[in-house]
């Protein structure tokens, strides 16, 4: 029995006046709710492309993928950092030099 037949019968089963308060009872009421919760999730996870036994390696695959790039752009903003404070610290200790006379000191 697939989702959309459960659903259609718990619906039916509802709707039946067998004594129940308001067409069904809150078990009956409970089990519809999950079951068109699950089968509209399975809807969703169909349509992006995510309902196949491969679903839970793909999306293991993007998260390592998207770990990598973090990783990648964190090393790439440190390198450029460090970097920038050798280049900071090149041109402080130029300026010292400078300023001492050591240009003419070579001379």
Known sequence: ????????????????????QDGGDLVTLRAIVEESSELGAARVLDRLGLGDANAQDDIDELRELLSAWRDAKASAWKA??????????????????????????LK
């Open 80 to 105: 450029i950092i460090e970097w920038a404070v050798r280049a900071v610290m090149a041109l402080l200790l130029i300026g010292i030099a400078v300023r001492l006379g050591v240009p003419e000191m």
């Open 1 to 20: 029995m697939t989702r959309e037949d459960m659903l259609a019968r718990l619906i039916a089963q509802a709707s039946l006046p067998n004594g129940m």
